[in-house]
T-cell receptor
Framework: DAKTTQPNSMESNEEEPVHLPCNHS???????IHWYRQLPSQGPEYVIH???SNVNNRMASLAIAEDRKSSTLILHRATLRDAAVYYC????????????FGQGTTLQVKP | NAGVTQTPKFQVLKTGQSMTLQCAQDMNHNSMYWYRQDPGMGLRLIYY???????DKGEVPNGYNVSRLNKREFSLRLESAAPSQTSVYFCASSEAARSYNEQFFGPGTRLTVL
């Protein structure tokens, strides 16, 4: 399974944008890039996913590099509720939906 | 809709005891998954069921069995619990077992094996 690399932790100020990076240099052409987040003592929550083009939804935006070897999750205005562990995951089409979680990035949001 | 529900929320077992973790979803999803999460780690896939009537091993299946009882329910059984199985267990479901489908997770079961 393709590996992703994320910083262990990041800090942000409330109401400022946050850019969470992810490197996935061994990505294959059919791998989808997924982002999930996990709030303390809760199950993971889907955030966004994409294949080649940038994606936007009500929670966040996903910017995918042209060569697809990296991506960035963008939270446009961080709130205290966005403090969580964010996981960048590659989902292979051959994996029948399996998600391989890494250690993720712990995001702290300061008031 | 309740989404994905799991029972029990907490459980303490002694080494060698058995138990079954229950999971149900009310979203009419075809695929269901069991993960475990050890402290400070990401989730690891134990077993999954791509559709009713099928089950397959994930990354860490040893010491576990699963049953896809019907489309709604997917249970995880520990036949002889070991301290190494102390973990938080999450069940998830998705519309189909495809790489572009999002998964919906339950709240988890915290299991301690003494």
């Amino acid at each position: 399974d393709a590996k992703t690399t994320q910083p262990n932790s990041m800090e942000s100020n409330e109401e400022e944008p946050v850019h969470l990076p992810c490197n996935h240099s061994t990505i294959s052409g059919t791998d989808y890039i997924h982002w999930y987040r996990q709030l303390p003592s809760q199950g993971p929550e889907y955030v966004i996913h994409g294949l080649t083009s940038n994606v936007n939804n009500r929670m966040a935006s996903l910017a995918i590099a042209e060569d697809r070897k990296s991506s960035t999750l963008i939270l446009h205005r961080a709130t205290l509720r966005d403090a969580a562990v964010y996981y960048c995951i590659l989902a292979r089409s051959s994996n029948t939906g399996k998600l391989i979680f890494g250690q993720g990035t712990t995001l702290q949001v300061k008031p | 809709n309740a989404g994905v529900t799991q029972t029990p929320k907490f459980q303490v077992l002694k080494t060698g005891q058995s138990m079954t973790l229950q999971c149900a979803q009310d979203m009419n999803h075809n695929s269901m998954y069991w993960y475990r999460q050890d402290p400070g780690m990401g989730l690891r896939l134990i077993y999954y069921s791509a559709s009713e009537g099928t089950t397959d091993k994930g990354e860490v299946p040893n010491g576990y069995n699963v049953s896809r009882l019907n489309k709604r329910e997917f249970s995880l059984r520990l036949e002889s619990a070991a301290p190494s199985q102390t973990s938080v267990y999450f069940c998830a479901s998705s519309e189909a077992a495809r790489s572009y489908n999002e998964q919906f997770f339950g709240p988890g079961t915290r299991l301690t094996v003494l």
